[in-house]
């Protein structure tokens, strides 16, 4: 099982799978996500044993166990500080945080903002499946207003989450969304995020089976999906529907579907994505793009340089140690005033 | 009078005066939150320590960072005990107070020993201050100081003289009063000058004017004792019989932060501290972001939680895991020290323990969270305790919770308090090649590899991330006690916890034999643990000195117990045990060994007297 560092170009997805029974319920959108990771990591050139996989609780929370890599799976929304303290202490490490649409919203919510806006380099994929399904059916932070679930039978009257909004405020430097089953805009997506230098926050909408089945159908039947899904690609015009027919143009801050060809509408009227120019604010306009009014963007909102948080912590280390030279132990020890007592 | 910057010596030996030999003294510093107490206390403590004295101090201040000026609610005192002998506290009651407003005096005469000497900063009995202070009439006039040597002076008045061509505002002079107090208590203790200047020019080196006010306001207030004729006599404190040394004087989170960095270069590890702030622990956050240029990395974390994962992650990755915290954060990090348990890494988490519960009194000193730290925790869930007693002994107690969480693959707790964390005390500097080697080694060799697989301390392997052939999972659900993965086994269940109690039970064998001050067995044994060593230790002296049968033991380890424990109990006829709580060892002592103990226990969020101690000491035995 063992791989020389030297070898990882030869590694293949069965490198990284760990042999042990999956417990997800059959046709979980879980098993798409860790299919598509199984298939990205052997490309990324890194060896096997230099992934780290650290999760909170939940569903998802699970995957770590099913990857042969190192991997810890903590407790319930501390995945970010974990793998931030793991990151700042083994800057060689690639660390991967997967957490929930609870975990990362509900109980983590606080690790969330800050690990976004610290930039550590990390990759955080969040499966948003709007629900809570280890615990069996409550309603989560990502759950639509009036969703009826156990704890809300009446209706949800809770507001949900963006978390594209949510990351993208706290100032992620790499944010995406993307769908389970849609495997090739998801391993995309996911490798783009793993060659992203800092935070990468990737919301991948996934399908909970057995206690929210057919969130996301919109966006995943073939027959309806391109009426309902904006898929992003820098510097490229928002234009989605069957044959490319509508697009999206922001008056102002406003955003409106526009049909193409109607009332003399070209697509070279429809806003363009940017995702790399820094403080625009626009990645964040689109993100507030939602159903029903408007298709659901999907893709790479922001993707922008900023200093690494270990980065900057290793600076500041070389900073003390080019005013102070390394430290002597014996130095510290005396400090700035000793007197001596004698025989 | 003259101008007292006429007549200020360089730093001479006094008049003609008569010199008073002291044994020991307690001094008091007390004035407004804002007025540098604690500053001229700390410079005061350095001062008599480099003559060779023994010495202990006890600042108190607070929670209010800056209360309203004059309140009896923003008075911030602190108090040292020198001697010519070894010095176990910072004393009971002060021989001498300095007071710098009417609050600071009504809170703190009567503390004074009855005929002790009050030095009293008359520039601030203003009857607005009179009033705050809830004086109907001036103590200074009234009678109140009958039974004191009352010593007025103005030193807020003397203070804007010396200055008043400095070129610094009103606001800025009125700063520099507490080293006019310094400069008279140095004259009056016949200290030199010479080591307050350099250390005034080093501290305010970034504001030359700042620093010049300051050694003019200390040579000012030196200078007035040694040209009035207001005092009769001076003071002099013999240096006291020390191990033969090289001391600084240090305050109990400096001595853990050292032992932390100690531990980090002996080992080789790098330091990681994950971290909120809180008081009374913040100090060590603060001492460690500043010694970058070791291995250490302190991350300030967005909250306890995440300063505590944020250890176990580095922890994971190979580092030394550290986090520091007070009680409410204790509290917030149990779920995460719980999943330390179950992964099995080192971690070490230090409770700077101050009054509760909940926000309770942050700057006040208490022992109530030895059950927390033992029991605390959901699930059968072991840690490791051991507590410090004085502010030095934080050094050791940081190596030796290093050395045990590595060892034993486990998280450990280091309880310290407020008096100790704040408190100061000399300490002879160890050389770093006089300290034990502190050995870890990685598990590399992936043959035969199994995550949950024991060595001779039932310790699992650590195994750093990187390390090829070893990619393994740990996690908080229960797992196979040998190849880590899922397990919900009854037997394995069974198995797993029983196991993770022996490996920490099984600390108690390499705990070295208990030392008890005094006869091995006798009438009454005083157990301690933590901060009351100091006033144990004095008051068990003391009733020794009676001729009573009574002897101290100070426990450092409190979970598991020193295997020895129970032997020591029973060579005596009775057990005492004073806490700052409302009895926690007591209960943890019965249950463990069935014993009867009695009990002294105090919340007041102040440390015991010697005098309480001594007085249940001859309750019971006397």
């Given at each position: 099982m063992s791989h020389a560092p030297?070898?990882?170009?030869?590694?293949?997805?069965k490198d990284f799978e760990t042999g042990l029974e999956v417990r997800w319920c059959?046709?979980?959108g879980d098993y798409a996500v860790l299919s598509q990771l199984q298939k990205l990591l052997p490309t990324l050139?890194?060896?096997?044993?230099n992934f780290a996989f650290i999760s909170g609780i939940?569903?998802?929370?699970?995957?770590p166990y099913y990857?042969?890599?190192?991997g810890m799976h903590s407790i319930h929304g501390r995945a970010p500080a974990i793998a931030t303290g793991l990151k700042l202490a083994r800057p060689d490490l690639s660390v991967w945080v997967v957490t929930g649409d609870g975990d990362a919203l509900a109980i983590g919510g606080n690790h969330f903002i800050h690990v976004m806006r610290r930039n550590v380099d990390l990759k955080v994929i969040l499966f948003n499946?709007?629900?809570?399904g280890l615990t069996k059916g409550q309603y989560s932070?990502?759950?639509?207003?009036?969703a009826v679930t156990k704890t809300t039978p009446?209706?949800?009257i809770d507001r949900p989450f963006n978390p594209v909004g949510l990351a993208l405020a706290a100032g992620a430097t790499f944010v995406a969304r993307s769908v389970d089953v849609d495997l090739e805009h998801l391993g995309g997506v996911l490798r783009q995020a793993a060659l992203h230098k800092g935070t990468a926050f990737v919301e991948v909408y996934q399908?909970?089976?057995?206690?929210?089945?057919?969130?996301y159908r919109p966006l995943t039947d073939p027959k309806v999906r391109d009426e309902n899904r904006l898929l992003l690609e820098h510097g490229k015009p928002m234009v989605f529907g069957k044959g490319r027919t509508k697009g999206i143009r922001f008056n102002g801050a406003v955003p409106e579907v526009v049909t193409l060809?109607?009332?003399?509408?070209?697509?070279?009227?429809c806003a363009v994505h940017d995702?790399?120019?820094?403080?625009?604010g626009a990645e964040y306009l689109v993100a507030q793009l939602e159903p029903p009014a408007f298709p659901v963007p999907l893709g790479v909102f922001r993707s922008v340089e900023a200093p690494t948080y270990g980065g900057l912590t290793d600076d500041l280390a070389r900073t003390a140690r080019e005013r102070m030279?390394?430290?002597?132990l014996d130095q510290l020890l005396r400090g700035r005033t000793t007197w001596a007592i004698g025989e | 009078m003259a101008a007292p910057s006429e007549t200020?010596?360089?730093?001479t030996s006094p008049r003609a005066r008569r010199v008073e030999e002291l044994d020991r003294v307690v001094i008091r510093f007390a004035g407004?939150?804002?007025?540098?107490m604690q500053l001229a206390g700390d410079e005061f403590s350095r001062s008599v320590a480099v003559a060779g004295a023994d010495f202990a101090t006890r600042p108190e201040y607070p929670s209010?960072?800056?209360?309203?000026?004059?309140t009896l609610f923003g008075v911030s005192g602190f108090q040292i005990q020198y001697s010519s002998h070894e010095v176990?506290?910072?004393?009971?009651?002060?021989?001498v107070l300095v007071a710098m407003n009417p609050a600071a005096l009504k809170l703190n005469?009567?503390?004074?020993?009855?005929g002790g000497m009050v030095i009293v900063n008359?520039?601030?009995?203003t009857e607005a201050n009179l009033a705050k202070a809830g004086y109907a009439a001036n103590p200074l006039t009234d009678g109140?100081?009958?039974h004191y040597q009352a010593y007025p002076v103005n030193i807020s008045e003397l203070t804007a003289q010396v200055l008043?061509?400095?070129?610094?505002s009103k606001k800025e002079i009125a700063r520099s009063k507490n080293y006019f107090a310094l400069g008279l208590m140095l004259w009056l203790h016949q200290r030199p000058l010479e080591d307050e200047i350099a250390d005034i020019e080093r501290k305010f080196s970034r504001a030359p004017a700042i620093a010049a006010a300051n050694v003019a306001a200390l040579r000012a207030g030196y200078g007035f004792g040694d040209t009035t004729?207001?005092?009769p006599v001076v003071y002099h404190v013999k240096p006291a019989p020390m191990r033969p040394g090289t001391y600084r004087t240090l305050t109990g989170n400096q001595a853990a932060s050292l032992g932390f960095v100690a531990a980090s270069e002996l080992s080789g590890l790098p330091l990681f501290l994950g971290s909120y702030p809180i008081t009374p622990a913040s100090d060590i956050l603060h001492t460690l972001a500043a010694l970058?240029?070791?291995a250490v990395t302190t991350f300030q974390a967005e909250d306890e939680i995440a300063g505590v994962c944020s250890a176990i992650g580095a922890a994971f990755g190979g580092a030394l895991g550290l986090t520091t915290t007070s009680g409410p954060g204790m509290a917030l990090k149990t779920e995460a020290i719980g999943l330390a348990v179950m992964i099995e890494l080192p971690l070490v988490i230090v409770n700077v323990q101050r009054g509760g519960?909940?926000?309770?009194?942050?700057t006040r000193v208490e022992q109530a969270d030895l059950l927390q730290a033992v029991y605390?925790?959901?699930?059968e869930s072991p840690v490791p305790v051991i507590a410090a007693r004085s502010p030095a002994d934080c050094f050791d107690c940081a190596l030796e919770a290093v050395r045990m969480a590595v060892t034993y693959m486990t998280p450990v707790i280091l309880l310290s308090d407020g008096s100790i964390a704040n408190g100061a005390e000399p300490w002879r500097v160890p050389a770093a090649d006089e300290l034990a080697p502190l050995p870890v080694s990685f598990r590399t060799?992936?043959?035969?590899?199994?995550?949950?697989a024991r060595d001779e301390h039932l310790a699992r392997a650590w195994v750093r991330p990187?390390?090829?052939?070893?990619?393994h999972r740990v996690g908080g659900l229960e797992k196979d006690s040998?190849?880590?993965?899922l397990s919900s086994d009854p037997a394995n269940h069974q198995r797993m916890v029983t196991l993770r109690a022996a490996k920490v039970a099984g600390i108690a064998r390499e705990v070295p034999p208990l030392v008890v001050q005094?006869?091995?067995?006798?009438d009454l044994l005083v157990v301690g643990w933590g901060s009351t060593y100091g006033p144990i230790a004095q008051a068990v002296e003391d009733a020794q000195a009676q001729g009573l049968s009574v002897s101290h033991l100070h426990l450092?380890?409190?979970?598991?117990?020193?295997?020895d424990l129970g032997e020591v109990l029973a060579r005596f006829r009775s057990v005492l045990v004073p806490e700052l709580n409302l009895g926690q060892l007591s209960r943890l002592l019965r249950e463990r060994y069935l014993l009867d103990v009695a009990q002294l226990n105090k919340v007041e969020g102040r440390p015991f007297t010697t005098a309480e101690i001594l007085g249940r000491i001859e309750e019971l035995i006397g």
């Open positions: 030297g070898a990882p170009q030869q590694l293949t997805r059959p046709g979980c050139g890194i060896a096997r044993e939940g569903c998802s929370s699970r995957l990857m042969a890599t190192y499946n709007r629900i809570y932070p990502t759950s639509g207003f009036g009446l209706g949800s399908n909970c089976v057995t206690f929210n089945d057919g969130e060809g109607e009332g003399g509408v070209a697509e070279a009227d995702a790399r120019t820094p403080g625009t030279g390394r430290g002597s | 200020v010596p360089d730093s407004d939150s804002g007025d540098g209010e960072i800056r209360a309203p000026a004059g176990f506290t910072a004393g009971d009651a002060p021989d005469l009567a503390d004074v020993r009855h008359t520039g601030a009995f109140s100081l009958s008043k061509n400095s070129g610094l004729e207001l005092f970058k240029h070791f519960p909940s926000t309770g009194l942050p605390g925790r959901h699930g060799d992936a043959e035969g590899f199994q995550p949950y990187g390390t090829p052939g070893l990619e040998l190849t880590g993965n005094g006869p091995p067995s006798g450092r380890h409190l979970n598991p117990f020193p295997a």
